[in-house]
Nanobody, 123 residues
Framework: QVQLVESGGGLVQAGGSLRVSCTVS????????MAWFRQAPGKEREFVARIVLVWSGATYYADSVKGRFTISGDNAKNTVYLQMNSLKAEDTATYYC???????????????WGQGTQVTVSS
């Protein structure tokens, strides 16, 4: 059974930092592309960042988070991270990690999803 479990969300003030994690089990982690998406109330789920096969190190970001967020992974721990710095109120959302065999920024191309972790940025 494939499981993606996010952790590390919480409440932070604008300008602050937070790191969310996603630990994966039930699949061969090194063969999957990992991504973070987010969804704010009343809005569609949107792409945040992705890493192409954690061991490759290739990363891509949405323009809205470029320069502030960093995605990384640890193959030994089957875990992907999202370091979020200089947080803004508009970053408030539920953050989801996803695993897929295709390198893509489209949520439809990801096969497995976590349950989400809430990030709230107070202004």
């Amino acid at each position: 059974q494939v499981q993606l479990v996010e952790s590390g969300g919480g409440l932070v003030q604008a300008g602050g930092s937070l790191r969310v994690s996603c630990t994966v089990s039930g699949l061969t982690f090194s063969q999957y592309n990992m991504a973070w998406f987010r969804q704010a109330p009343g809005k569609e789920r949107e792409f945040v960042a992705r890493i192409v096969l954690v061991w490759s190190g290739a990363t891509y970001y949405a323009d809205s988070v470029k320069g502030r967020f960093t995605i990384s992974g640890d193959n030994a721990k089957n875990t992907v991270y999202l370091q979020m710095n200089s947080l803004k109120a508009e970053d408030t959302a539920t953050y989801y990690c996803a695993a897929g065999r295709r390198d893509s920024a489209r949520s439809a191309n990801y096969d497995y999803w976590g349950q989400g972790t809430q990030v709230t940025v107070s202004s």
